[in-house]
């Protein structure tokens, strides 16, 4: 199946999970090519090596791209007329979104010619929020095309206009997570309608072996205010009390990592917490491979079922989190994982210190957190799944196109 993979970047740090799904799909035989609304990042040759994607083809946005969208609007000025109505008419209250949506406008000019000129059998948007601009011009042009809608946290936290519109007329709308679907119904979709798509993991065969270093905790994220990372610091903190040895690693670069450098230090952690700065994604999981723990209290709005902790609970990672929408879909509190209220350090860490306190229910909690990653959110019958959506879909369309 040839596909068209639409995102706003590629590759992008903080989105591993990206390539997960587009190296599963590369496995399953399918043809894909990303394309681009914004240039590439920097290290972005070398993030895609790093992920194994270095010979993906992926058309990025451009300067180039933007005047050579501003001569197809002359040219086409149907699409272009068409475009600039919907912009108009949906986001003229939120000027934000109108003068965000103008400026990509060209950019989905130019993305709707390439999409003529490669023909895939499949358009996803990888992100619904501004990528809809282009999916409705799929819909108008190019009909019998595939055409699929995915809608994440951030997609509805962002609660862009044509995003809703384009939800309301796709014939595929995805979502990864049942906790989603309040959200999307209040933009007029019925839940009904939308299909649950986790996001998944790579799932070595032979899972992951119980060798693990006592007492070595991981804190895996973005070192952003949102993920709170300090409240995971404080917990450790708190959790040495009980447990003198344990000690800490702070995978991830960001915002955060000085202050929580200096918190370190106030907190006296000394030689207990290495920062580890940006550590590539296949080392990170050698890292959880002989972590025992791994920390997160995110509060962010949008925080979803993360890849880090499903990655952690493949290599049998004693996983605490922080309730956040949706997370009982990933953890069974006491079950699969720890969960706790955010904010809420004291209590964490004496949950955790009980737990490691026994050893052999900390080993059965484990077990079960693998086994859930590998039979739930292995991503390649996820993406086999999607396949036959598209297939599906696909059928459906040469079906009314018959009719």
Same mark, same amino acid.
Not at 13 to 34: Q, W
Not at 99 to 124: D, F, G, M, W
Not at 266 to 288: I, N, T
């Given at each position: ?97 109108? =003068?965000?949506?103008?400026? #990509? $406008?060209? %950019?989905?000019?130019? +993305? *709707?010619?390439?999409?003529? !000129?490669?023909? @895939? ?39 862009? =206009?044509?995003?809703?519109? #384009? $939800?309301? %007329?796709?014939?595929? +709308? *995805?979502?990864?997570?049942? !906790?989603?679907? @309040? ?60 447990? @003198? ?60 079922? @993360? ?97």
């Amino acid at each position: 199946m040839k596909i068209a993979y639409v995102t706003m970047q590629f590759p992008v740090a903080s989105e591993t999970f990206a390539a997960v799904e587009l190296r599963a799909l590369r496995r399953l035989g399918a043809e894909v090519t990303v394309l681009t609304y914004r240039a590439p990042p920097p290290r972005a040759a070398e993030m895609l090596a790093e992920r194994g994607l270095a010979d993906l083809r992926v058309d990025q946005g451009s300067a180039g791209s933007v005047l050579q969208g501003l001569l197809l609007a002359v040219l086409k000025p149907a699409d272009a007329g068409y475009l600039l109505a919907m912009i108009i008419r949906h986001c003229w209250r939120r000027p934000m979104h109108l =003068a965000k949506a103008l400026a #990509l $406008a060209p %950019r989905s000019l130019v +993305l *709707l010619q390439r999409i003529a !000129a490669l023909r @895939p059998e499949v358009v996803h948007l990888f992100w619904g929020h501004y990528p809809s601009l282009l999916g409705l011009l799929v819909q108008r042009r190019l009909p019998a095309t595939a055409l699929s809608q995915f809608l994440g946290a951030y997609d509805l936290e962002e609660r862009f =206009a044509p995003s809703a519109r #384009l $939800a309301q %007329r796709v014939r595929l +709308l *995805l979502t990864h997570a049942k !906790a989603n679907l @309040p959200a999307i119904a209040g933009l007029g979709v019925d839940p009904e309608q939308v299909r649950i798509s986790y996001r998944g993991v790579e799932v070595p065969d032979p899972l992951p072996g119980p060798a693990k270093q006592p007492g070595l905790m991981v804190i895996a994220e973005r070192l952003v205010p949102q993920k709170r990372s300090a409240d995971a610091l404080r917990v450790f903190a708190t959790l040495r009390r009980a447990l @003198p040895e344990a000690r800490l690693r702070v995978l991830g670069a960001g915002p955060e990592l000085q202050p929580l450098k200096d918190l370190a230090a106030e907190l006296e952690l000394g030689s207990s917490v290495s920062f580890l700065g940006h550590v590539p994604h296949d080392q990170a999981l050698g890292h959880l491979a002989e972590a025992q723990v791994l920390l997160t209290m995110s509060q962010s709005p949008s925080e979803r079922l @993360p890849n880090a902790l499903k990655e952690a609970m493949l290599r049998r990672c004693v996983c605490l989190s922080a309730r956040s929408p949706g997370i009982e879909e990933l953890i069974e509190d006491g079950v699969t994982g720890l969960l706790v209220e955010a904010g809420d350090n004291e209590a964490a860490a004496r949950r955790l210190a009980s737990l490691l306190a026994d050893a052999p229910a900390a080993d059965q909690m484990a077990d079960r957190a693998q086994a859930c990653v590998a039979e739930r959110f292995n991503v390649d019958r996820l993406m086999a799944d999607r396949l036959a959506q598209w297939a599906a879909l696909r059928r459906s369309g040469a079906a009314e196109g018959s009719g």
